[in-house]
């Protein structure tokens, strides 16, 4: 009985590290990606920029997470403690290796692969109209962006 909870305690931890690898890669990734185009656009340090992203970055996580953190947790496929592990550490190497020749990609959406990925390959019950959702919600944010800019542009043009 004690080799289990050894096991147990060993995924547990597995999972936290790897939890922790993907935070990282937000911090390599998601908020370059935003730095980058702040940064040469504006005056300000580089430093300073980071730490107002960053404190952003922990304001999101703090307050609007719970919900996806739920959805994607509990209600995209059920995975166990190896399988979680597989796919958040799988997940954050891809991103890792993009970061590395310099290209953007989105964390959120290499670990939502990297969940669905695992859940084929165990042959597991993946919620196919949530994942249908998260694939339009993808790309309306594309389109609700572009609506967004095209009013912001307009409005700028007419002054």
Known sequence: MKSIRTVELTYQ??????????????????????????????SLKGWLIRGLLSFGLIMGAQTFSYNVIRTIGRELVSLG??????????????????????LPVSSGQAVVRGILGVGVL???????????????GWVLALYFLTLTLLWIFALILME
């Open 13 to 42: 931890w597995m999972i936290i590290l790897s939890a922790s690898y993907t935070a990282f890669n937000l911090g390599a990734n998601e908020l370059s990606n935003v730095i980058g185009i702040i940064l040469y656009g504006f």
């Open 81 to 102: 403690p190896l399988s979680a592990f597989s796919s958040q550490f799988g997940s954050s190497m891809a991103v890792t290796i993009a970061n590395a020749f310099g």
């Open 122 to 136: 165990k042959g597991e019950r993946i919620n196919r109209i949530l994942v249908w959702n998260i694939i339009l």
